[in-house]
């Protein structure tokens, strides 16, 4: 089965937790803090594997978690790195997030890798909190949360040559004919509603065909299946447009010529002026030779070659010149352009929020929820450090500004406070 589309969530690892330690060594005392640092937590990295053409493998497993660090110990000896957790993916791939829909990676090449959520930093040993004032620290840091977030992998295929055309013009038939590639073939309208690749090999020389699926008219409004299928068409170097000449499905073929171009233009102004060969099919009908005679009124100066798929005339001529052609065409642009699809602008973002939901008080935001997980609430040192942090972020002046009374919950990330006025 053929898989173009996946959702997954990926989860990279959390810091390992800093220690609280102190030297217990005969004839030093007084040794002073000597605990480590916490691993960072593994990285989730997308890599490009050449031998992959679906991403079916992420229809039966949505979940993806790297390693968290290690915690520090005694005597300076800090944690053990997390394993990064890979993802391979075929060639083609665009990596989405899928809440806000923004394009993060196009990977196109093969071993491309892609950082995608970066695993949380080790939190930092008493001994980082030695000073001139505290030569006895007792308070360390959690690790830091790795990055979290669901994506949308969208799987474009890499073929050097694509059929575009209406369904049941014979598309599927001539690439079973030419390659190995083996296409449920019928006589109804949308046999085929999954992609395939073949490899044409002519002599010594051979290329990538795409059988994408059938068009229908406002396809590039995501009609029918429209987007799923037209999308399929941006990464092929040449496109043959493939008619039923002989008009068997009681369709005019010209004008079937007019709305698939149509469709393509309206989709993407760079496919109208993507290298183009009709391909006209089922020459061995009746009506054939006529209707092609007016196709060649109406095309103008682009190439037809008249061929049936059923008795495979015409397609050794179709292949030779299809391999004339594909050296002098360049590939593709294949790397989004940043410009498309992210818009920035130039603003004071706030540090936090608080919502109010009864007498829980809710503060939001990255940094401040950092801070807190970070916290290690087993010391008195630690509370008290991140009192002076919500201190001085001005998050126990906005609190009172919106009236919190004593004894009134305050969540900050998963973690509930009972606030007590300053006494």
């Known amino acids: 089965m053929f898989y173009d589309q996946a959702k997954i969530l990926v989860k990279a690892g959390d810091g390992g937790a800093g220690a609280v330690a102190f030297r217990r060594e005969k004839y030093v005392p007084e040794g002073g803090p000597s605990g480590?640092?916490?691993?960072r937590g593994g990285n989730i990295i997308l890599v490009a594997d050449p031998s992959l053409r679906t991403l079916v493998d992420f229809r039966y497993r949505r979940h993806y978690k790297a390693d968290r660090g290690e915690h520090g110990q005694g005597k300076n000896m800090h944690g053990k790195g997390g394993e990064h957790q890979v993802l391979k993916v075929p060639p083609g791939t665009v990596i989405k997030d899928f809440d806000s829909g923004e394009i993060l990676a196009d990977i196109t090449q093969p071993d491309q890798q892609v950082l995608i959520a970066r695993g949380g930093r080790g939190g930092r040993g008493n001994a980082r909190f030695i000073s001139n004032t505290h030569k006895a620290p007792r308070i360390a840091e959690n690790g830091e949360p790795g990055e979290e977030r669901w994506l949308l992998l969208e799987l474009k295929l890499l073929a050097?040559?694509?059929?575009?055309?209406?369904?049941?013009?014979?598309?599927?038939?001539?690439?079973?004919?030419?390659?190995?590639?083996?296409?449920?073939i019928g006589d109804y309208p949308f046999t085929t509603l999954t992609p395939h690749l073949g490899v044409v090999k002519v002599e010594d020389e051979s290329f990538v065909m795409a059988d994408i699926p059938g068009l229908i008219e406002g396809a590039h409004t995501g009609a029918g299946l429209g987007y799923d299928f037209l999308r399929h068409t941006e990464r092929t170097r040449l496109i043959l447009h493939v008619l039923d000449i002989s008009g068997s499905e009681?369709?005019?073929?010209?004008?079937d010529f007019r709305i698939i171009q149509n469709e393509l233009r309206q989709y993407s102004a760079a496919l109208a002026e993507r290298p183009l060969i009709v391909v006209a099919n089922k020459m061995d009908l009746p009506d054939a030779a006529e209707n092609l005679a007016r196709l060649r009124e109406t095309v103008g100066t682009t190439e037809i070659f008249p061929v049936s798929a059923a008795t495979g005339e015409g397609l050794d001529l179709l292949l030779r010149r299809i391999i004339q052609l594909l050296p002098q065409i360049p590939a593709p642009a294949l790397r989004f352009e940043q410009s498309e699809h992210r818009l920035t602008q130039v603003s004071e973002q706030e540090r936090f929020r608080i919502l109010r939901e009864g007498d829980l008080f809710v503060v939001q935001g990255k940094e401040v929820e950092k801070h807190v997980a970070m916290t290690y609430f087993d010391s008195e040192e630690g509370l008290y450090r991140?009192?002076?942090?919500?201190?001085?972020?001005?998050?126990?002046?906005a609190l009172k500004a919106q009236g919190i009374q004593e004894?009134?919950?305050v969540r900050i990330g998963s973690v509930d406070f009972e606030w007590q006025n300053d006494g």
Do not use: C, W, Y
């Open 407 to 409: 004894h009134d919950q």
């Open 250 to 255: 009681q369709r005019d073929p010209v004008e």
């Open 36 to 39: 480590g640092d916490g691993g």
């Open 386 to 397: 991140l009192q002076t942090i919500l201190r001085v972020m001005g998050i126990d002046k």
């Open 160 to 184: 050097d040559v694509g059929l575009a055309g209406f369904p049941n013009v014979g598309k599927s038939t001539i690439i079973s004919r030419v390659s190995a590639a083996k296409s449920k």
